[in-house]
């Protein structure tokens, strides 16, 4: 399929989903499945989920297995607050993208400069990072200190000097409040799209621009420059790419530093939302990226769909319990649309002996999906309201249930996570 074609799925994919929330939102009665406050938070939620995804995507490009994202993310955060008190968001700003990139030149150190296993040395940062904030905080925000008289505490820095700029739009959010009108007449498909452009226009943070931004650029340079080329090589097969002159552990060394600069650049995000550190706000946000660069199969675009599909989940739970006993049918359908075009492409083979005997992985994926549709069916039909505990872990749930489905059609950069050793034979 050309690029062209695939663009076009993804566009009438995309329809197909809203069409799909819009009957669900008037089946169930609940307007907090397409709302703009839903589609506004979801769009905050994402932010941080989808830098940390980019900069585990920069890393596993060159080859470099980065799980150490959650505790890049806790530096940035610290730093971020720590400056921002003092100088305010632009210095905030730069001080967490240099936390998060001490902690991506640690461990590109430890796996590029000694050889330590990937896993291992993510892991020691994710113990390093709270490790380490947790110290700076009991030194630099004890009692006594002008940190404290400012308001700061052990797991808390004080408020950041000023806030950050959150601008609307323009166009879509200049003059009357038009979306925000449709939005209340509840009309089907008008008032979704209406409710929908209007949580993404107005009053964006600067960063989720930024943020935004950042994923064209990246698709940009990993695959229209010579850069993006020698980076891709030395994930795919360092051997081959040192053996055409590339500096191997250069290119590794600043894909890892990147990767840190965006966590870092993702806690930054949270400190401006809650416009101060605070000791544990990360939320396990750097392994959901981490997810939802997987489920994106390491390309840009999958990864802002994942990104999306996490933040919108976390929105949901957070506007409403109702809305997420809702979204049972949403999943029914969609499991059902997926059963669909299985059987479809199954009676459409022109081989149907070969259809017969295919792997049965293809079937008791078919025979999960039923059960699942036939199960979030009945919870629909049978649970008036889930209970808080259900609400809240239901993001990571479905972190495990998309990353499940996902992991069918993946592919990994073929050295990543592999130890690489200048002049080594391969």
Do not use: C
């Not at 709302?35 to 989920?49: D, E, K, N, Q, R």
């Amino acid at each position: 399929m050309s690029r062209v074609g695939k663009y076009h799925v993804a566009l009438v994919g995309v329809a197909a989903l809203i069409l799909l929330m819009a009957l669900v939102r008037v089946v169930t009665g609940q307007n907090d499945i397409t709302s703009s406050g839903t589609f506004s938070a979801a769009l905050l939620l994402a932010v941080p989920i989808g830098l940390a995804g980019l900069g585990g995507l920069w890393a596993e490009r060159a080859g470099v297995v980065n799980i150490g994202l959650e505790g890049m993310m806790v530096l940035g955060t610290w730093f971020a607050g720590w400056a921002g008190y003092q100088w305010g968001p632009v210095a905030a700003l730069l001080a967490g993208l240099l936390g998060g990139a001490l902690g991506g030149l640690i461990h590109a150190i430890a796996t590029v400069s000694f050889g330590v296993d990937h896993i291992i040395s993510g892991v020691a940062i994710n113990l390093l990072g709270p490790g380490v904030t947790r110290f700076l905080s009991e030194v630099l925000y004890k009692s006594g200190t002008p940190a404290a008289d400012a308001g700061a505490g052990i797991t808390g820095s004080p408020a950041l000097s000023s806030h950050a700029w959150t601008p609307s739009l323009p166009v879509l959010s200049d003059g009357p409040d038009v979306l925000g009108w449709l939005e209340n007449t509840h009309w089907f498909l008008v008032a979704d799209l209406a409710g929908i452009l209007r949580g993404l226009t107005h009053n964006v943070n600067i960063l989720v621009v930024l943020a935004v931004l950042l994923l064209p650029l990246t698709f940009y340079v990993l695959w229209h420059t010579s850069f993006g080329l020698r980076l891709r090589s030395a994930g795919e097969n360092p051997w081959a790419a040192e053996s055409l002159g590339v500096n191997v552990y250069r290119i590794k060394y600043i894909a890892v530093v990147i990767s840190g600069a965006f966590a870092g650049l993702g806690g930054v995000f949270l400190v401006f939302v809650s416009n101060k550190y605070i000791e544990g706000q990360t939320q396990g946000r750097g392994f959901i990226g981490l997810a939802a660069m997987i489920f994106g199969n390491w390309r840009p675009g999958g990864l802002a769909a994942g990104a999306s599909l996490f933040g919108y989940a976390e929105a949901l739970k957070l506007r409403s319990s109702g809305a997420v006993t809702a979204f049972f049918l949403f999943g029914a359908v969609l499991l059902l649309g997926y059963l669909v075009l299985r059987v479809r492409r199954m009676l459409a083979s022109d081989q149907p002996a070969e259809a017969v005997t295919r792997g049965a992985k293809d079937y008791t994926l078919m025979a999960v999906a039923a059960a699942g549709m036939i199960v979030l069916f009945w919870l629909w039909l049978t649970v008036e309201e889930l209970p808080g505990e259900l609400v809240f872990v239901t993001p990571h749930v479905l972190t495990l249930l998309v990353l499940l489905v996902a992991s069918q059609r993946l592919r990994m950069p073929k050295a990543d996570g592999v130890s690489y050793r200048r002049g080594e034979q391969h």
